[in-house]
């Protein structure tokens, strides 16, 4: 691969990059904490199918406005986690295990809701769908917990995934840069370019991983302010961690784009004409 082809390698991967993992490593796989299976808390009225739905006379229109209401609640939560469902599937590079574990808290989640749909399209009273509607925001922590966390994960599996982007990157870079310094050029400002490189990618790598190890463990607070404290100092400090690796990325691509333009200004070798010209023999008759 010439120069200008790994000028434009570097170009593609500068357009995704937003964090990555050390120089020079093999691809691998996110390690993550396989954090407790969020289970919803269980709703105990019937539903449609032994309890049929009250009637309008059973229900006042205050109260038949409210289930409306939190009806919609519901199915734009249980959307929400069918998008965020895709996301996981589409996951390349986080452990199997992890993965899983996703997916059964999003399904869980989704049950506990529907569960709770129709729990509350059975209510009769302002008092008991009041309490119903609740746990709409206090025991499914949709948009508060699960769809942040899935967030993290979603991008430590990008990161991993442009790990090899990088590596790939990278290995040609430090091949190119040995084989000028063997040729008998000045490369020691790339040296350094290829030394502060890895530094960074290595500390992307650790920073990203930090972030999921911080978050995958949480579960709902289930209206506990505590725990739910807790967990948003947690979240808070996944994304600082998230942040502080895409910084490290930037500059790390900093340093590929340096190492890059630095080969291309090196002189070609020349070759000295006596060394290059044929020899000849002179024989006595």
């Known amino acids: 691969m010439n120069t200008h082809m790994k000028y434009t390698m570097l170009a593609a991967v500068a357009m995704t990059v937003s964090m990555a993992v050390p120089l020079l490593a093999s691809a691998q796989t996110v390690t993550m904490p396989t954090p407790d299976a969020a289970t919803p808390p269980a709703v105990s009225a019937a539903t449609p199918s032994s309890?049929?739905?009250?009637t309008s006379a059973a229900v006042t229109p205050k109260v038949q406005t409210a289930i409306d209401k939190a009806d919609k609640e519901i199915d734009r939560r249980i959307s929400a986690?069918?998008?965020?469902?895709a996301r996981i599937d589409a996951m390349q590079r986080v452990t199997a295990n992890f993965k899983q574990t996703l997916t059964t808290n999003?399904?869980?989640?989704?049950?506990?809701?529907?569960?709770?749909?129709?729990?509350?399209d059975t209510d009769t009273d302002m008092t008991t769908l009041k309490a119903d509607v609740k746990m709409i925001t206090d025991s499914y922590r949709v948009y508060m917990l699960v769809i942040p966390q899935?967030?993290?994960?979603a991008s430590a599996d990008r990161e991993v995934t442009l790990v090899t982007m990088m590596n790939q990157l990278g290995a040609k870079l430090q091949a190119r840069v040995s084989a000028a310094q063997s040729a008998g050029a000045d490369?020691?400002?790339?040296?350094?370019?290829?030394t502060d490189m890895s530094s960074k990618l290595s500390d992307a790598s650790a920073?990203?991983?930090?972030s999921v190890s911080v978050s995958a463990g949480l579960s709902p607070d289930n209206g506990?302010?505590?725990?739910?404290?807790?967990?948003?100092?947690?979240?808070?400090t996944a994304r600082a961690d998230l942040l502080a690796a895409q910084k490290d990325l930037l500059a790390a691509r900093k340093d590929a784009d340096t190492i890059v333009k630095g080969l291309k200004s090196l002189p070609t070798p020349?070759?000295?004409a006596s060394s290059t010209a044929p020899s000849t023999t002179t024989t006595t008759q």
């Open 207 to 210: 920073q990203s991983q930090a």
């Open 224 to 236: 506990d302010a505590t725990k739910q404290a807790q967990n948003a100092a947690a979240m808070k």
């Open 51 to 54: 309890a049929p739905r009250p």
């Open 81 to 85: 986690l069918n998008d965020l469902q």
């Open 106 to 120: 999003i399904s869980n989640q989704i049950t506990g809701l529907t569960q709770l749909k129709a729990k509350i």
């Open 150 to 153: 899935a967030r993290v994960a």
């Open 270 to 272: 020349t070759v000295s």
């Open 187 to 194: 490369v020691s400002k790339l040296l350094v370019a290829l």
